[in-house]
Structures are given as C-alpha cells and as structure tokens.
C-alpha cells in the first residue's frame, strides 16, 4: 500500500492511474479537491478494489495521522501543492498554506507513524517528495543547465514556496532520519492538464476562436517533460533511489514559448483545421510579461540516468502529439473543468495587451 496525496491534481492523478495500470499494490489517494483537483481524472479508476479515495488536506494533521495508522502504507508520495505561478502571485497565501505549513504538518504526521513502525518497516519506508525546477531560479541562455547541486534562487511567490517545502523535507531527513526522496522536474504537458498553463490554455482558446496569449516576446525557455514519462521516474526513484537524495527529472527538450504555440497551432491546423482554413497561429497575441517572469529553466538530468537507469521515453513530437490528439478526444471533459471562476480568472490574468 501507497498513500498518495494530491491524486486528483494533473501528475498526481496520471501517477495514480499509471500505478494502478502497472502494479497489484493500493493506493490511498488523499485530494483537498481545489479548483484544480479533479475526481473526474479517476474515472478509470472509480471502481478499482485497489483504489480508495479520501478528501482531505494534507495539513489536516489528525487525518492525515488516522489514515497512515488504518492503512499502514509502505510510502506516502507528495504531489500536493498549489502550483501556478500567475495564481501565486496575486494570492501568494494559499501557496504559503499549502506548500509550506501544509508539507510541515505532513512531515510530522508521517515521521510519528514511521517513528512508531517497526524495525523492518521503518528501514523500507520512503517519503517522496515531488518538486519544481524552479526552485533554482532562472538562467541564461549562455549558463548550463540545473545541476541537483545548483543553489536555490526562487524568484516567484510559488516557487518560494516550493523552495521551502524542498528545505523543510531535506531536514527532517537530516534531522530525525525521515528516509525521504526528492524530485525536482520541468514542465509537465499531458493528459488532465488543467487549462490555465500554457499548452492546454492555447488548445482550449484556439478551439473557441479566442486569442492565444503569449507573455511578453514570447522567448521564455522551458524545458518540457510529457507526464506519463514524469510518472516513470517517480516509479524508479521510489524502487531504487537513495534516501537523502535529490534528483532533477527532465525531458531533455528545451524550448521557447512562443515555439510551443507555434507546434500547437501547427498539430491543430492538421488534427480540426478551422472552418475558414486560416491557421491558428493567426489568433496569437502577445500580452503583458508577468512580474519576475524566469527567462529560462533547464533540467540536468544525467544523474537520474546515470544512477538509476531512467530517461523520457518520449520526444516533444511524440508527447505534443499525444497531448493534442488527448484533448481533442476529451472535450466534455475540458468543459466540465472550465467554470465559470476559470474563465473570469483567465479573462482578468490575460487580458492587457502587451
């Protein structure tokens, strides 16, 4: 048995599917079920004997305590966390509350039930975290890439945020001896992707014949991971991974922004061309950069090869294609998330013209 918490979330629930594909053993999937967690993303597994499925938030210590004592998991793997930078920055509190405050009471609720495990138990148990590249600042487009030992220069209330959730993580370790793991992993583009980051934004507004909001010139460098290849790497850090240890999850695919929209339009221009048989690149519009916006990100992931055998099985080609082809086959679902919150957010988020 696993617990997982932020299950309903975008990797959470592709890791709890992906588990659950490949493997006989339980997993207690823990969601607060915010506006970006979504049970619908657990259709698959509704009925599934090894699923069960709890609404609560990770800083809900008493919970959190019951459900490790009734369940006895073997892990608890960490994907709860409010995660958009654009949010984080007109509301940095629920980032504070979530990712700070809340990793911290679950790091105490799990180190009192693996305090109490027994010998045997206790020296198989991990606590993975899962993190943000982020974390490391930004780059230029002249320095290499981040390293597991680049030092720590977040620049945005979210990524701060997740700055202090990584520290508080790494102290319990060296502190109380929690045997605990962390990843830290570049952006992830895939299935159940909630529609106000970039790639599955420009497939929802390009569909509605809406602009297609590009921050600022458009040249922010990402580095971009298709999820299911992010859900691989959680599986081997978890199997084989050294307790203490970080590890930097890539997809060795490096790109401007404005690149990524390009690919888009060009995927939908062949996949549900428009009407009129004009591109959907014509919709583009540049708006108004974000404060402190990072002008590059770039993941080192050689030591996970190296250490533990992993690398992406996927190309950006290859993982774009399957991203595109997946919302095009699953608009009732795009239209059940899209409330009516969302719209008036991305409407007010986009809405300057640069």
């Given at each position: 048995m696993i617990l997982v918490t932020g299950g309903a979330g975008f990797i959470g629930s592709n890791f709890v599917l992906d588990w659950l594909a490949g493997s006989d053993e339980a997993v207690v999937n823990v969601d607060k079920l915010t506006y970006a967690g979504n049970l619908r993303n657990l259709d698959a597994v509704r009925s599934h004997a090894g699923h069960v499925f709890v609404q609560a938030d990770i800083g809900d210590t008493a919970v959190i305590s019951q459900l490790l004592q009734q369940h006895r998991p073997r892990a608890v793997l960490n994907f709860a966390a409010e995660s958009h930078v654009d949010r984080s920055i007109t509301g940095p509190a629920a980032?504070?509350?979530?990712?700070?405050?809340g990793t911290f009471r679950l790091l105490e609720a799990v180190r009192?039930?693996?305090s109490a495990l027994p010998e045997a138990e206790r020296a198989a148990f991990r606590f993975l975290h899962v993190s943000t590249d982020e974390v490391y600042g930004t780059l230029s487009a002249q320095d290499p890439a981040f390293t597991e030992t680049k030092a720590y220069e977040p620049n945005s209330p979210y990524s701060a945020s997740k700055?202090?959730?990584?520290h508080l993580?790494?102290?319990w370790h060296h502190t109380y001896g929690l045997p605990v793991l962390t990843t830290n992993c570049s952006n992830n583009y895939g299935p159940f992707h909630f529609p106000e980051k970039l790639i599955p934004l420009m497939i929802v507004n390009a569909l509605a014949g809406k602009p297609l909001p590009v921050y600022g010139d458009g040249m922010q460098v990402r580095d971009w991971l298709f999820v299911k290849d992010h859900c691989s790497a959680i599986r081997r850090v978890l199997e084989a991974?050294?307790?203490?240890?970080?590890?930097?999850?890539?997809?060795?695919?490096?790109?401007?922004?404005i690149e990524i929209v390009r690919r888009v339009?060009?995927?939908?221009?062949?996949?549900r061309p428009r009407a009129d048989g004009v591109s959907y690149a014509t919709?583009?519009?540049?708006?108004?950069?974000?404060p402190g916006h990072d002008r590059r990100y770039a993941i080192d992931a050689r030591k996970i090869e190296r250490e533990l055998g992993w690398k992406p099985a996927e190309t950006f080609d290859t993982g774009i294609r399957k991203t595109v082809e997946w919302y095009l086959a699953n608009g009732e679902w795009l239209a059940?998330?899209?409330s009516g919150g969302y719209r008036d957010w991305v409407s007010t988020q986009y809405g300057q013209a640069a």
């Open positions: 980032f504070i509350e979530t990712n700070v405050l009192e039930y693996w700055a202090a959730s990584d993580v790494r102290a991974g050294v307790t203490g240890e970080t590890y930097n999850v890539g997809g060795w695919n490096e790109m401007p922004n339009c060009a995927l939908l221009d062949e996949l919709q583009l519009t540049y708006v108004k950069d974000r059940d998330v899209q």
